[in-house]
């Protein structure tokens, strides 16, 4: 079971967490980040950067490139 506490960045939220198990009852805290862009947002935020591995980044490139004549 968890519950949405944060989103301190637009990239970060966290997360307060407890055990599903209730034999364990271990409780704290997760980060939950996004860390990789494999799709380009059709709707880009400016104040958001997420980093997009080089081989998709020059893949895209070259959809560009071709949709571009
Ligand atoms: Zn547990």
Not at 11 to 40: D, M
């Amino acid at each position: 079971m968890t519950r949405t506490s944060r989103r301190p960045s637009p990239v970060l939220y966290e997360v307060y967490a407890q055990c599903a198990n209730e034999a364990c009852g271990w409780g704290g805290k997760l980060y939950i980040e996004f860390a990789k862009t494999f799709q380009l947002s059709r709707a880009p935020d400016a104040g958001v950067s997420i980093p997009m591995p080089l081989a998709v980044r020059r893949q895209t490139l070259d959809q560009l490139a071709a949709l571009n004549g």
